[in-house]
């Protein structure tokens, strides 16, 4: 059951990761819209993907209310990689 929940969690940072990189500019809302998640897996999955630098957040000028998650180049790399293309 522990691995297993593991194995959730890294799933769910890989579908947030993947979503962000072929959707850049999503806020946490969106993406857990998009994915069919909850906003707190989604939220703790974007903590944990800026925690190793696969992810950044990004606060709106306009509405600062407003964060964007966007991929950094290491976590387009990682998702290129997974899909079996060259970073």
């Known amino acids: ?4 929940t593991g194995a959730k969690v890294i799933l769910r940072q890989i579908a947030v ?3 962000v990189v ?3 500019g999503q806020s946490v809302h969106h993406i ?3 994915l ?3 906003k707190p897996s989604v939220t703790r999955a974007v903590d944990t993907l800026c925690a190793d630098g696969y992810v950044t957040r990004t606060v709106q000028h306009a509405d600062r209310r407003q964060v964007s998650i966007v991929a950094t ?4 790399a990682l998702v ?6 060259a970073a």
């Open 73 to 76: 180049k290491p976590g387009v």
């Open 1 to 4: 059951p522990e691995q297993a």
């Open 17 to 19: 990761l993947v979503g």
């Open 32 to 34: 857990a819209e998009r």
């Open 22 to 24: 072929e959707t850049p």
């Open 80 to 85: 290129r990689r997974m899909d079996g293309r």
């Open 36 to 38: 069919d998640m909850n």
